[in-house]
């Protein structure tokens, strides 16, 4: 931590500062600047945060800065390999790129089972599909719930694929991880704490959607609350950020993804149907992901978007996954041959 | 609705998209312009957004905007009259501006009980304090939970003040409620819909924060969501924004309360301490509240807030809270000058 | 300044940085923690920013923090009293809430007069009117240019009103100094450095609205360009940022007021017709800026808003003005009050 | 354009608008819904902003919202084959991946030299370097200046590399062009219609970066500014937006290039160096670029960036710079193939 004290704060409040920093354990470097005092704040042991809070709250402090990452187990500097989360046939974070695809709501056995079966045969490993809807309107279809989940886990047996849906509250973790394979946390969820805490105590991977407002160190700070409370197969999602920009849904963070791979471990993901919200930009949007090192995609496909209960906008059809996915096949390549180099100079 | 066409749409896509128009149960009245196609949607009945949703997916279709609310029971459209909600002493939405105010967090007994005298003597009717405490980090305090939710009982018994505290989990929603006389939805969680719902289901008051990146209709449709599940004694909270501004922990969006004031008949509170982040800050945000006519403000207040576990940076002493209620006076004569004159002219 | 190193800096990566700071001419006091070096950079005389920029690109560095302000002759550092700027009749930064209004553009002889006529009578100081106009569409109208500055001297002659104008490019500094007694910089040109660097060589106390995306520290830096150009008589202007919320134009960072009068000695002006953009909004926003403590605001009226060339939206009826001024009353006494006490106060 | 009234606006509102619309010189179609009445406005020739902006004026009116493109000549409407720009040896907007590379700022004739040959052999075909530097503090370096120019000149002669630079006021157009083969825009002056409109008149190619707080559709409206003046050799830079997220220097809307391909003509070069203002992070993003289908790039190099008067963080080493060139190779490769694929049919 490093203390800025106000131009002309007086020796009183320089002590009783330093005084504050030792009563929670840490050491004192007092630095006597021209316009002010500024004090670095050194040890371990102590509660970084609490000792931070308190000292902006002090009388003559102008800012408290922390220097240390308030995350552990997530970083980088905790673990230097990557993660790799196996689900079904895929690896997350190895050296494949994986994709998942599906509808964005389970809607009827027709339309699950129709999708699992071309999204597999198209190159998808994961099947997508909610079956416990977070919707802005109370009057909007809700998702359905239990029958949804069991459809899942029929296309699940029919297909091959491993299945991701979301869960929406800490009451419905073990319903939902019963026929999940990776419990999905939404964008609105990020900071759902009761429901984070829930998923640490869970047996299945966890994939966290960013927040459509989150900072990529909030992000981080919701991944470690599932890894403290027990839970290490946490995968990260970039799903698009809320700006001021209204040409596209969201606006998908892309540096995120690289940003994300110097500061952590855990596989990155990227959603590029709610990253831009238009059909029509997913192809270049998914060829970004691969080429800015993503771990994998998570992609809205639907029998037929019109029909579609819920981002229908966003959904390509069974046939422009498809294309989509040869498009990619180049991307891919480059991008396999960059992670098997990488984990050949780590042996 | 208003579907506006492509400029190259053909004559079967313009068609088709009429046809759906009528699977929905609307009529249409189409108009054709110099360059595109632009059709009207019209009647009542049909499933408004699953109309939208699904026409934003058809081949043809440029962009489908609603023009009706998507809102209903909390709009000022279903009800003229100003929501008034009683709770102990105070009326908020009537002729009183009501002031909410204690620490961030309940800490232990003196702290709670010193807080709550010296803020009901200053002028407040209503006691705040968090006993299930939302943090960012896992390894933050997180409340005193239930034994927070006693120690609140136990001064508003020695006060007479209500209590207003935060639930952040479905799971939690009859415990808080055997204790509080106000649920509290923090911003992280304004749209954690089941939450919402169970909200709507209890028989206690709500407020509900907006989320740090919600907007004002999204606002709205969390709080129908509460209403529309049978609870309507809500009252929304303007607690600042997140912007790319960082002098501030946050924006503070001061014309949402007159927007608010415009859209909907409940009340609205200003939250000064987590709009601005800085003590310094407060009072004039708290004069800014009541000049632009909310209906009351929730303070944070601590005995020493250099020693507050939680947001002592944003927390005024016991000191600075009299003061500020002091300089209020004036302003607050005005607030209620003009609501008396709206109450008689609506007679 | 404050260095924190990589983590795992070696030695040399210390030592190197250490000599860099050295050679700009400042002191080192280095902190080795258990995870990292953090050195303070202390000294006056060397170039503050370059070696912050330097550093930021040297090996082993992670970050580097800037401690002092990077203005200076805006700062409250610098001059603790109050800017007063005298224009015609009005003192901005003493005590009197000063109103500047008219029509966001000159139209034509007869809607100038009018309105300057209406707002002198209704208490405004200062009249505004846009004769270069900044506007997006290359096919909107682009102003009336030098017969709108003529217009505006007509209308100083006729009501004894002090004009503020837009001056849009260094080159036509000299033209509008002929006419304006206040020039105003747009939100679109505060970083035309250009046109500052003119405006600091020219006589003309100046009016720097916030940029759309700025942050407060950036506009301050703008000042100070005009500042230490040779140009003290500047004021600012909060006019909303932009924001991800569409229900008003911009979102009013009404904190910004307060959080300015911390840091500097300039007047603050409050903008609450563009920082809404609805006239329906505009009272209540007038109410906040002189409750927060603005030295005075800058409102557009017309005559017949729905025939306005520009920004009729936002624009107050005269009779709607005249309104707003008598509800402004009271909280203009409760401003004079205070600002009288606190030049009191500081005798 | 659609005109949706007020729910309750009276029979004389609506004729009142209707009027008015025809005033404007356009068709009326009105559609009365079971809530409200809303009005489609056809016809061509009539100004459509004045019409708009009146009509949000207007009493009884909600909301007026434009259906066609404000922008006419840099749209796909108009023209549907990608412009080419001609620069040196480089067609922009042709089927080759054009790298611009250079330092941030001019700063002495071994610095720009030493750069020039090295980003030639890399593979670069155009020099960035800056003479006219805008700075947010007054205080750095802004810059050589005239001198500057004159250094790029004969690192063009020395290499064969055309010359791109910047021009920061209207006033210094014809010297800029005097030596540089594309005039750049920068982000702080997207909006200077002055300099637009006198970019207009030149002759020679402009690239147009995006403001920071920019959106697609004004970043069009401020080409279209320069084309309807007479110069129609104009390309747009995407160099990252404003947005919460501090991670990085600014937010790279990556889906920008896509959406612009999608709605004009001009090509469209990609900023990594200040999409994210970090070093480590251009080449992932240089990649992106590519994915996405820009026409190119522009990318910060100095020989020595710890010792940069400006920009150093983002800056590549040449080193750095070459074994990205190298890496990229492959994806331009893919880039190439579909690119010439999709002129092969258009024959």
Same mark, same amino acid.
């Given at each position: 931590?490093?203390?800025?004290?106000?131009?002309?704060?007086?020796?009183? *409040?320089?002590?009783?500062?330093?005084?504050?920093?030792?009563? /929670?354990?840490?050491?004192?470097?007092?630095?006597?600047?021209?316009? =002010?005092?500024?004090?670095?704040?050194?040890?371990?042991?102590?509660?970084?945060?609490?000792?931070?809070?308190?000292?902006?709250?002090?009388? +003559?402090?102008?800012?408290?800065?922390?220097?240390?990452?308030?995350?552990? /187990?997530?970083?980088?500097?905790?673990?230097?390999?990557?993660?790799?989360?196996?689900?079904? =046939? #895929? *690896?997350?974070?190895?050296?494949? /790129?994986?994709?998942? %695809? +599906? &509808?964005?709501?389970?809607?009827?056995?027709?339309?699950?089972?129709e999708t699992a079966e071309?999204?597999?045969? #198209?190159?998808?490993?994961?099947?997508?599909?909610?079956? $416990?809807?977070?919707?802005?309107?109370?009057?909007?279809?809700?998702?359905?719930?239990?029958?949804?989940?069991?459809?899942?886990?029929? #296309?699940?047996?029919?297909?091959?694929?491993?299945?991701?849906?979301?869960?929406?509250?800490?009451?419905?973790?073990?319903?939902?991880?019963?026929?999940?394979?990776?419990?999905?946390?939404? !964008? @609105?969820?990020?900071?759902?704490?009761?429901?984070?805490?829930?998923?640490?105590?869970?047996?299945?991977?966890?994939?966290?959607? @960013?927040?459509?407002?989150?900072?990529?160190?909030?992000?981080?700070?919701?991944?470690?609350?599932?890894?403290?409370?027990?839970?290490?197969?946490?995968?990260l999602c970039e799903r698009?950020?809320?700006?001021?920009?209204?040409?596209?849904?969201?606006?998908?963070?892309?540096?995120?993804?690289?940003?994300?791979?110097?500061?952590?471990?855990?596989?990155?993901?990227?959603?590029?149907?709610h990253a831009t919200g238009? =059909?029509?930009?997913? &192809? %270049?949007?998914?060829?970004?992901?691969?080429?800015?090192? %993503?771990?994998?995609?998570?992609?809205?496909?639907?029998?037929?978007?019109?029909?579609?209960?819920?981002?229908?906008?966003?959904?390509?059809?069974?046939?422009? $996954?498809?294309?989509?996915?040869?498009?990619?096949?180049?991307?891919?390549?480059?991008?396999? =041959?960059?992670?098997?180099?990488?984990? #050949?100079? !780590?042996?």
């Amino acid at each position: 931590m490093i203390i800025s004290m106000r131009p002309h704060a007086t020796k009183q *409040e320089v002590e009783h500062v330093c005084e504050r920093i030792r009563e /929670f354990g840490f050491r004192v470097h007092s630095i006597e600047g021209e316009e =002010r005092v500024v004090i670095g704040v050194v040890g371990v042991g102590g509660d970084v945060t609490a000792c931070l809070e308190s000292l902006e709250a002090t009388p +003559g402090v102008e800012r408290a800065v922390r220097i240390s990452a308030p995350y552990k /187990f997530v970083s980088k500097e905790f673990r230097k390999e990557r993660t790799v989360i196996k689900v079904g =046939r #895929a *690896e997350i974070g190895g050296d494949e /790129f994986v994709t998942m %695809a +599906g &509808p964005c709501s389970v809607e009827n056995e027709k339309q699950i089972m129709e999708t699992a079966e071309a999204v597999a045969k #198209a190159g998808a490993k994961i099947l997508r599909g909610g079956a $416990f809807k977070p919707r802005t309107s109370p009057y909007d279809f809700q998702g359905m719930e239990g029958d949804g989940l069991k459809l899942l886990a029929k #296309a699940r047996e029919a297909t091959g694929l491993a299945v991701i849906t979301e869960v929406m509250t800490d009451r419905d973790v073990d319903l939902v991880a019963e026929y999940a394979d990776i419990m999905q946390v939404g !964008a @609105r969820n990020m900071q759902n704490f009761a429901l984070l805490k829930a998923l640490g105590r869970c047996q299945r991977p966890v994939m966290l959607k @960013r927040g459509l407002s989150s900072t990529i160190k909030e992000l981080l700070m919701s991944a470690e609350y599932i890894v403290a409370h027990g839970n290490s197969q946490v995968m990260l999602c970039e799903r698009g950020i809320r700006t001021f920009e209204t040409a596209t849904r969201n606006t998908c963070d892309i540096a995120a993804v690289p940003v994300l791979n110097e500061l952590t471990h855990l596989p990155v993901i990227l959603d590029p149907s709610h990253a831009t919200g238009k =059909r029509s930009l997913v &192809p %270049a949007l998914a060829r970004a992901g691969v080429a800015v090192g %993503a771990d994998g995609m998570i992609v809205e496909v639907h029998p037929c978007p019109e029909k579609a209960v819920s981002d229908g906008a966003q959904s390509l059809t069974i046939e422009g $996954f498809r294309e989509m996915m040869q498009q990619l096949d180049g991307y891919i390549r480059l991008w396999k =041959r960059e992670r098997v180099a990488e984990f #050949a100079a !780590a042996l």
